[in-house]
């Protein structure tokens, strides 16, 4: 399903087509861990991108977090790799705001 960048789910006629290079690619199971069933109806992204999250949200928080701690090491004044954000200002409605 996620081969292609879902392009099973691009057909809006209700019917997959389905490839003999697909079919070759099939194979007899005992059993189903997952089974996935879908609207015909919704667009192919969504579902595709609903898919890379249920099975890799796991992977993505890791990874996220992993580069939030690398990023502020690399800010660090004793590393200094990449320069901290400079402070600014913003004048809005006669408020000056600083960070």
């Given at each position: 399903?996620?081969?292609?960048?879902?392009?099973?789910?691009?057909s809006s006629s209700g019917t997959?087509?389905?490839?003999?290079?697909?079919?070759?690619?099939?194979?007899?199971?005992?059993?189903?861990?997952?089974?996935?069933?879908?609207?015909?109806?919704?667009?192919?992204?969504?579902?595709?991108?609903?898919?890379?999250?249920?099975?890799?949200?796991?992977?993505?928080?890791?990874?996220?977090?992993?580069?939030?701690?690398?990023?502020?090491?690399?800010?660090?004044?004793?590393?200094?790799?990449?320069?901290?954000?400079?402070?600014?200002?913003?004048?809005?409605?006669?408020?000056?705001?600083?960070?």
């Open positions: 399903l996620m081969r292609d960048l879902g392009r099973a789910f691009a997959m087509v389905v490839t003999p290079k697909d079919y070759a690619r099939s194979r007899k199971v005992d059993r189903i861990d997952d089974f996935i069933s879908h609207s015909w109806q919704g667009g192919r992204w969504r579902k595709f991108l609903s898919l890379c999250i249920v099975y890799n949200w796991k992977a993505a928080v890791s990874s996220s977090c992993l580069v939030a701690v690398l990023l502020v090491v690399l800010q660090l004044d004793s590393v200094a790799i990449i320069p901290k954000s400079t402070p600014f200002q913003l004048m809005h409605g006669g408020t000056l705001y600083e960070s």
